[in-house]
């Protein structure tokens, strides 16, 4: 069936670093992908989106790359700071605006 | 403040209980929707809705009910025939469509509930 899902549960990462984070589709109809970012007890919070008819979109210090080849999605995060820290999930639209979550990559940034 | 608040924030149910989860969003959103997440496990929907007065099942709607009197009010029910209850509860509202169906959904802060 259709799924999103993550290659990495986990990421630790130093601060500063650059962090990556992994996202894999199945559904090769999908025209829109959303990054969310998820700190402990609150609600996911939109960091960037981007559209099929896109290979690359930059934000403020994150970067998504979208691989229609391989059905692959990634999350880039420059300079990594400890606010970093949280559970990141991928989305796309599966169509009727409904949109399928995977499960989520937690990011650790250590000092 | 323009956004999407939840009420309560913590909500405990006992055995049997119908409890109700609000939503209320004041970005003149069409789109509303409440999605149940798990430890550890991504978002599911429970149901959406894409104007007043109608709205559709999501993948898990068994033990639940939903209203939409008004555009910024979407209230969900858990009913005593929901019997694993406990989880974090969120709900999200999208912009009107402009073209296609390429809609950012943003959340609420969301509301957890336990059973005692």
């Known amino acids: 069936g259709e799924s999103v899902g993550l290659h990495l549960p986990t990421l630790s990462v130093q601060e500063g670093d650059n962090s990556i984070i992994n996202c894999a589709y199945s559904?090769?109809?999908?025209?829109?992908f959303i990054w969310y970012k998820q700190e402990s007890g609150k609600g996911p919070q939109f960091i960037i989106d981007?559209?099929?008819?896109?290979d690359k979109r930059q934000g403020q210090r994150v970067t998504v790359l979208l691989n229609k080849t391989v059905k692959h999605l990634s999350l880039q995060i420059a300079a990594t700071q400890p606010g970093d820290s949280a559970v990141y999930f991928c989305?796309?639209?599966?169509?009727?605006?409904?949109?399928?979550f995977g499960a989520g990559t937690r990011l650790a940034v250590h000092p | 403040d323009g956004g999407i608040t939840q009420s309560p924030k913590y909500l405990f149910r006992k055995e049997g209980q119908n409890v109700t989860l609000s939503c209320e969003q004041n970005?003149?959103?069409?789109?509303m929707y409440w999605y149940r997440q798990d430890p550890g496990q991504g978002l599911r929907l429970i149901y959406y809705?894409?104007?007043?007065?109608?709205?559709q099942k999501g993948d898990i709607a068994e033990g639940y009910s939903v209203s939409r009197e008004k555009k910024e009010s979407f209230p969900l029910t858990v009913t005593s025939a929901q019997k694993n209850p406990t989880a974090f509860y969120l709900c999200?509202?999208?912009?009107?469509?402009?073209?296609?169906?390429?809609?950012?959904?943003?959340f609420g802060p969301g509301t957890r509930l336990l059973v005692l």
């Open positions: 981007i559209r099929s008819n896109m």
């Open positions: 809705s894409q104007i007043v007065n109608d709205f």
């Open positions: 970005l003149n959103h069409d789109a």
């Open positions: 559904n090769s109809a999908s025209d829109y």
């Open positions: 999200a509202s999208s912009s009107p469509r402009t073209s296609g169906n390429r809609e950012t959904q943003y």
């Open positions: 989305a796309e639209n599966s169509g009727y605006n409904k949109l399928i």
